[in-house]
C-alpha cells in the first residue's frame, strides 16, 4: 500500500518545482518584454498576419500579396465594426467557417454582447487565438511574480471564476458559447490540478447553483489566484464569507496573493474589494480581456496597463472624436500621442480584421505601450449637449463613495426627459445591507454633481443656474438588484455586464420599471 505522507510530500515537490520553473519563465519573459522594441514588434505581427491569411477569401479580396507595409494595409483594408465584418464574410460560412478571414475552420465562436444592449455576436476563435490568449495570461502572471519573488501562486489553486460553459454545437467540429467555457475546454491538463472550479463543478450552467457550490467548495481549497469581472467576484466573496464565517478572505485563504479583475472601470469597485480582502498585501490586478483578444494587463509598476504586442494582434488607435469621419486618421504604435482619447482596433490572429472594438483607450507612455481603459465607444452621455464619457462618470461615483464612505456593488445612469429641462437618473446598487441615510444620499449626490463638472465643462455649462439642467437623481436599488435584472436578460455571470450608460434613456426607464415592480414585491 502507498505511504499517504510519501504522496503528500512528492505532490508538494511536484508543485514547488511547477513554482520554480515558471518564475524562471517570469524572469525570462518581463526581461525580453523590457528589451522589445514594440513598434518593430508590431510591424512584423502585422506582416506574418497577413502572410499567414493571404490564400482566404478575406486576403484575396484585400490583395494581401501586395502589402508590405502598415501603410500599405491601411490603405486595402478599412476600418470595420463588427456588423459590417459580420455580414460581409464571417456570416456567410457562419457557424463552419473555413478560409474566410482566417486560414482553416473555426472551432469556435464566442458568443457575446458584451453588454445586455444589442444583438448576440459571434466572434470567431482560432487554435492561434487560443494560444494568443494563453500567452497574454501566461505573461500577466509573469509580471506578478517577477513582481514577488516569494510568490507561491502555484503552491495552491488558481480560482477562475468563469461564466456557463455548456457550449452548443452548431456544426460537425464547432462549439460555440462563452469566452470563459472555451477556455476552460481549451486549458492544458498540466494546469488542472492547480486550478479551480473542477471541470465536473465548471460544466454547471445554472449560475445560481454553480455560484453556491464553487463557495462552498472553494472554502476548503488554498486558493493563491483569483480572477473574474467584479461584480460577480464581490458576489462570490460574500457567499464565501457566508459559508466559511470568516470576517475576510484572508482568513479563509491566507495564501491568497492576487485578485485579477477585469471588464469594467474598477475605481467604483476599489473600496468594497478592499473590505472584504483584510490583508492590503494582497493584489488588486486588472486585466483588459475581450472575446476578440487579451489586449493587456495592469502594469505592476505604474497601475497604467501594459499593451501585449507580440501574440498574434495588431493594433489600430483612432481618435475618437473622428469616428464619425469618412476617413479617419488611422494610428499605430509607429505614430500614437500621449493623451488623446482613441478608439481600439485590432486584427487578430482569428481573422478580425481592422476591427473596431468597441473600446476608447489613453496612452499614458509609450516605451513601453501603456494605455488606460477610458470607457466604450457607445458609452456616452451626452442627451442634452453635456458630452460625458464613462470615464468621468466612473471616477466621480469613487470619488463621491469614497467621500461619504459609501461602497458601490454596480450602477447605470442615462437621461430623463423632462419639462422644462432634463436631467440624469442614476439607479445604484451599493454594498451595504442596508439603505443609506438620507442625509448621506444627499451629500454622495451633490458631491457626485460637483465632481463631474470640476472634470467636464460641457456638463459644467448645462448644470449653471441658467442652463436650467436640474442635479442628477440616484435611484437606490436594494442588494441583489443588479443580478435579478441580468438573470432577467439570461445574462448571469461570466463576462456578462451591467451597461453602464444610456444615451436614449430607454434602458434606464427600463431598469427603473424593474426596481419599481421588485419593489411592490419585496420592500427595499
Not at 133 to 154: E, G, V, W
Not at 174 to 189: M, N, T, Y
Not at 390 to 398: H, K, M, P, R, T
Request: aromatic share 10%.
Amino acid at each position: 500500500m502507498s505511504n499517504p505522507l510519501h504522496l503528500m510530500t512528492g505532490f508538494s515537490a511536484v508543485r514547488s518545482a511547477v513554482n520554480a520553473g515558471f518564475h524562471a519563465y517570469a524572469l525570462g519573459r518581463a526581461a525580453h518584454l523590457d528589451r522589445q522594441n514594440a513598434v518593430q514588434v508590431q510591424q512584423r505581427v502585422l506582416k506574418r498576419l497577413v502572410r499567414r491569411a493571404g490564400s482566404t477569401r478575406f486576403g484575396q479580396d484585400h490583395r494581401f500579396d501586395q502589402i508590405d507595409s502598415v501603410a500599405g494595409f491601411q490603405t486595402r483594408v478599412p476600418i470595420r465594426d463588427f456588423e459590417a465584418l459580420w455580414n460581409a464574410y464571417l456570416k456567410t460560412g457562419y457557424p463552419a467557417a473555413r478560409d474566410l478571414t482566417w486560414p482553416g475552420q473555426v472551432p469556435y465562436w464566442a458568443l457575446t454582447s458584451g453588454t445586455t444592449l444589442g444583438n448576440t455576436k459571434a466572434i470567431p476563435v482560432s487554435r492561434a487565438m487560443i494560444k494568443s490568449n494563453a500567452k497574454a495570461a501566461k505573461t500577466m502572471i509573469a509580471h506578478h511574480m517577477r513582481q514577488r519573488p516569494d510568490s507561491k501562486l502555484f503552491h495552491g489553486k488558481l480560482f477562475f471564476l468563469g461564466g456557463s460553459t455548456a457550449l452548443e454545437r452548431p456544426a460537425a467540429g464547432v462549439a460555440q458559447g462563452d469566452l470563459s467555457a472555451i477556455a476552460v475546454l481549451e486549458a492544458g491538463e498540466w494546469i488542472r490540478p492547480y486550478s479551480f472550479p473542477p471541470l465536473e463543478l465548471a460544466l454547471i450552467s445554472d449560475w445560481d447553483r454553480k455560484l453556491a457550490l464553487m463557495a462552498e467548495h472553494a472554502v476548503s481549497e488554498p486558493i493563491t489566484l483569483v480572477s473574474g469581472v467584479p461584480s460577480w467576484l464581490l458576489i462570490l466573496f460574500r457567499r464565501v464569507l457566508e459559508v466559511s464565517g470568516k470576517g475576510s478572505l484572508a482568513e479563509v485563504w491566507p495564501g491568497l496573493e492576487v485578485v485579477v479583475h477585469g471588464g469594467v472601470k474598477f475605481d467604483p469597485y476599489r473600496p468594497a474589494f478592499e473590505a472584504v480582502l483584510g490583508n492590503p498585501a494582497i493584489r488588486l490586478q486588472e486585466s483588459y480581456p475581450a472575446s476578440e483578444g487579451f489586449f493587456a494587463y495592469g502594469d505592476p509598476d505604474t497601475g497604467s496597463l501594459r499593451l501585449i504586442v507580440d501574440h498574434g494582434i495588431f493594433y489600430e488607435f483612432i481618435p475618437v472624436d473622428q469616428l464619425n469621419s469618412d476617413h479617419p486618421q488611422r494610428h499605430w504604435l509607429g505614430n500614437v500621442e500621449l493623451g488623446v482619447n482613441y478608439a481600439l482596433v485590432v486584427s487578430t490572429c482569428a481573422g478580425m480584421w481592422s476591427h473596431l472594438v468597441g473600446d476608447t483607450v489613453r496612452f499614458e507612455s509609450l516605451k513601453p505601450p501603456r494605455i488606460v481603459f477610458t470607457g466604450r465607444t457607445k458609452y456616452s452621455l451626452s442627451a442634452f449637449g453635456e458630452h460625458l464619457i464613462s470615464e468621468e462618470i466612473e471616477a466621480a461615483i469613487a470619488h463621491a463613495a469614497k467621500a461619504n464612505g459609501l461602497r458601490v456593488q454596480d450602477w447605470h445612469v442615462g437621461p430623463v426627459f423632462a419639462e422644462p429641462m432634463g436631467f440624469h437618473r442614476y439607479i445604484i446598487e451599493f454594498d451595504h445591507p442596508s439603505r443609506p441615510e438620507a442625509a448621506v444620499l444627499d451629500r454622495f449626490r451633490l458631491d457626485l454633481d460637483a465632481d463631474l463638472q470640476r472634470r467636464n465643462a460641457d456638463y459644467a455649462a448645462h448644470r449653471d443656474d441658467r442652463a436650467g439642467m436640474p442635479a442628477p437623481e440616484i435611484v437606490v436599488a436594494p442588494q441583489g438588484f443588479f443580478r435579478d435584472w441580468m438573470r432577467s436578460k439570461g445574462k448571469l455571470g461570466g463576462q456578462h455586464k451591467v451597461p453602464r450608460m444610456d444615451n436614449s434613456g430607454q434602458l434606464t426607464q427600463e431598469i427603473v420599471a424593474f426596481h419599481e415592480q421588485r419593489r411592490s414585491v419585496v420592500p427595499s
